[in-house]
């Protein structure tokens, strides 16, 4: 399953990047706010989640929907 990490940005900064690897997603989200970027979320399994929301999906698989 692919997942699309979203952060806003100030201007025209916005920026999307689309990664099929959970982990590897929620890095990501971690590392735009350990930036001070603002406005990620993460799209994937049928939802749009905040960082912090995805992280309690790490490590349950393919959650139901």
Wanted: proline share 2%; glycine share 14%; charged share 25%.
């Amino acid at each position: 399953m692919a997942f699309n990490v979203q952060r806003d940005g100030p201007g025209n900064d916005a920026v999307s990047v689309t990664i099929d690897d959970r982990k590897e997603a929620f890095a990501l989200a971690i590392e735009w706010l350990d930036g001070g970027r603002t406005g990620i979320k993460i799209i994937g399994d049928g939802r749009v989640y905040s960082a912090m929301e995805f992280a309690l999906t790490i490590g349950q698989g393919n959650l139901a929907r």
